[in-house]
């Protein structure tokens, strides 16, 4: 979430301050909400448009899917771009 928020905030400032090619791993993993996070993250890095973030999403999660995650005392909610 934090690589997200900084990301999000200024690509300029942090996408050349990190080796970000360890995001692709969270891809394998089980939890939607992690890997709608790192999609989104990718996205900013290699500045996709929006049809290649959706097809990516479509790809990565589970069909139907209601992506929310909870932070502290903040809920989030994906925007699937559908």
């Known amino acids: ?35 709608y996070l790192a999609i ?3 996205a900013i890095i290699l500045d996709i448009r ?8 479509k790809a990565h999660l589970s069909p139907g899917m209601d992506v929310s995650w909870i932070t502290g005392s903040q809920k989030y909610h994906a925007d699937l771009l559908t």
């Open 1 to 35: 979430m934090t690589c997200f928020r900084l990301l999000h905030f200024s690509r300029s400032a942090f996408a050349n301050l990190w080796d970000w090619s360890p995001i692709y791993n969270l891809l394998s993993y089980n939890d939607d909400a992690l890997k």
């Open 50 to 57: 929006d049809d290649q973030i959706g097809s990516a999403l």
């Open 40 to 42: 989104r993250c990718l």
